[in-house]
């Protein structure tokens, strides 16, 4: 009986030993480069973890919400691999928009049903590319974007700006040619006429009762005029019931 107890601790105390060497850990948190960097130049924050024997570790995007640091996606690669476990080297690309020192958010890796997460905190010291007490002005007043974001932007602004020139150019080439052509001034029909006068009279002031009296006198002169330009009679020289008779006699059908 004592013996069989005595095995049975045994194997239990192998099997923990096992469960142990086997578990992932954390081995080292690091940041490429060390020491202090320019505003906005890239940095790598490296994680070496051990795994398990054909365990893949699966990354997650670190804290986004400070608005000063622009990650990129992680990119895991293997160290080593033997029986006892696989080392894997886990790296995250980083910009800072901020001078100043700034403390870097904790970092979540899965490993099977099990998560780790680095407790050592992480601080990166950032410099403007200008040495004085105007350094801060290098600031961004808008939130940080990728430099090729920005590249983008500027080639988008400069091809429209191309674009709106060459229009322009054409524009006014064809413009003068059509200049440089003979041309012979083309008689308003009765309806653009009629428009262009009652424009006229739009910007009138109002005045008086003998300003009213000149006011229908000119839109019964208009009038006359329209019907004359519409049916091509002489109205300006006959009277109201002349007119009507002539316009009626010339559209009807």
């Known amino acids: 009986m004592p013996a069989r107890r005595l095995t049975t601790v045994l194997l239990l105390t192998l099997h923990a030993l096992a469960a142990h060497a086997a578990a992932p850990e954390i081995q080292r948190v690091g940041i490429d480069p060390s020491g202090p960097v320019t505003i906005g130049d890239p940095i790598t924050v490296r994680v070496r973890i051990a795994v398990p024997h054909r365990f893949v570790p699966t990354p997650a995007l670190p804290d986004t919400s400070n608005r000063d640091l622009s990650w ?85 602004i400069a091809g429209i700006a191309a674009l709106g020139i060459a229009v322009a150019w054409l524009v006014r080439r064809r413009r003068r040619r059509r200049d440089e052509l003979p041309t012979t001034p083309r008689e308003p029909t009765a309806s653009e006429w009629l428009e262009a006068r009652f424009a006229e009279m739009e910007r009138m002031e109002v005045g008086d009762a003998e300003w009213l009296r000149r006011y229908v006198a000119r839109v019964a002169d208009i009038v006359r005029e329209y019907i004359a330009r519409l049916a091509q009679i002489p109205a300006p020289r006959r009277t109201t019931r002349v007119t009507l008779n002539v316009l009626a006699r010339e559209l009807s059908p």
Request: overall charge negative; aromatic content about 6%; charged content about 25%.
């Open 72 to 156: 990129s996606a992680p990119q895991s690669k293997r160290l080593s691999a033997s029986d006892d476990g696989d080392v894997w080297e886990i790296a995250y690309g980083l910009q800072v928009f901020r001078v100043g020192e700034t403390a870097l958010p904790r970092f979540e890796i899965g490993v099977g049903n099990d998560v780790l997460t680095t407790t050592e905190v992480l601080t990166v010291t950032v410099q403007s590319v200008r040495t004085g007490d105007d350094a801060e002005i290098l600031r961004p007043a808008r939130d940080p974007v990728s430099v090729r974001q920005i590249a983008w932007t500027r080639i988008l």
